[in-house]
């Protein structure tokens, strides 16, 4: 089984969480940003680079570690084992409700677009492949910074 580190990125404005779907592969479900954390690569240091690289945002300030987990992800068709280290972000200043930004080739053409959005941390839609399993230590962050 091959094993994979990834960074978790829960993007906060308020009571607000950032997601997306990838409407070219609507199978993949509801995500938050995340990415793998490179050979050599500090986890906050992974996190705050997939998190701008994906979203596209440039005012994402670091609040704090959530937690670490290992998963494995079979259940999702994948026979990989993850290390998932979870933060807790924050977009600073004004955002759009909705926005498309992506991975983009060498070219600056997007190959996979990502169509974000926010939802209440009360109201979440189910997200994919255990995507969700530290919100409530999230709800827990964003009440002691308020």
């Known amino acids: 089984m091959k094993t994979r580190h990834r960074a978790y990125a829960y993007i906060t404005s308020g009571r607000l969480l950032l997601l997306f779907t990838q409407p070219g592969a609507p199978d993949?479900?509801?995500?938050?940003?995340?990415?793998?954390?490179?050979?050599?690569?500090?986890?906050?240091?992974?996190?705050?680079?997939?998190?701008?690289?994906?979203?596209?945002?440039?005012?994402?300030?670091?609040?704090?570690?959530l937690a670490r987990d290992i998963r494995d992800m079979r259940d999702c068709?994948?026979?990989?084992?993850?290390?998932?280290w979870f933060f807790h972000l924050s977009a600073e200043g004004p955002t759009e409700e909705?926005?498309?930004?992506?991975e983009h080739s060498e070219d600056g053409s997007l190959i996979h677009p990502f169509d974000f959005f926010w939802a209440d941390v009360s109201a979440l839609p189910e997200l994919v492949a255990g995507y969700d399993d530290k919100i409530d230590l999230l709800i827990e962050s964003m009440e002691s910074n308020k």
Do not use: K
């Open 77 to 84: 068709g994948s026979d990989e084992l993850q290390h998932r």
């Open 98 to 102: 909705t926005w498309r930004h992506g």
């Open 28 to 65: 993949a479900g509801i995500q938050v940003p995340a990415g793998t954390i490179e050979a050599g690569e500090n986890p906050r240091d992974a996190v705050m680079r997939e998190a701008t690289e994906e979203t596209g945002l440039t005012g994402i300030r670091f609040i704090r570690f």
